[in-house]
């Protein structure tokens, strides 16, 4: 699906329950956080291994970037930005930096 067949159905969405006025800036921002919380949530305690996961908390995982990806979509509506102009902005900012790892 294209970006603005995607934001059309989530703006659409959000409109038809009354929800814009409730998507600020700071809501949206809070609301990514609290949705990524929930994603480590799935991870507590005892998975180290990618392997060890289940096809249901897979699909659990999914469901928690749906969520994630949804309010980023929502505040790059909002900023005017499409999200693969930001990514590739900085992934170029990425390219030129260099990391020192200790090992």
């Known amino acids: 699906m294209k970006y603005d067949q995607l934001i059309k ?13 409730y998507h ?11 949705e990524s919380g929930e994603l480590n949530e799935l ?3 005892d998975m180290e291994n990618d392997q ?3 096809e249901k908390q897979k699909h659990d995982m999914k469901l928690e970037l749906a969520d994630i990806l949804t309010y980023c979509y929502y505040m790059c509506d ?18 030129k930096r260099h990391w020192k790892f200790d090992e």
């Not at 159905?9 to 006025?21: A, E, I, P, V």
């Not at 700071?26 to 609290?34: D, F, S, T």
């Not at 909002?78 to 390219?95: A, M, R, S, T, Y």
């Open 78 to 95: 909002k900023l005017g930005v499409q999200p693969n102009d930001i990514f590739q902005e900085k992934l170029d900012i990425n390219k």
């Open 9 to 21: 159905k989530l703006t659409d969405f959000r409109d038809s329950r009354g929800w814009n006025h």
């Open 43 to 45: 991870f507590l305690w």
């Open 52 to 54: 060890k996961f289940s």
């Open 24 to 34: 600020t800036l700071p809501a949206l921002a809070r609301a990514v956080g609290i």
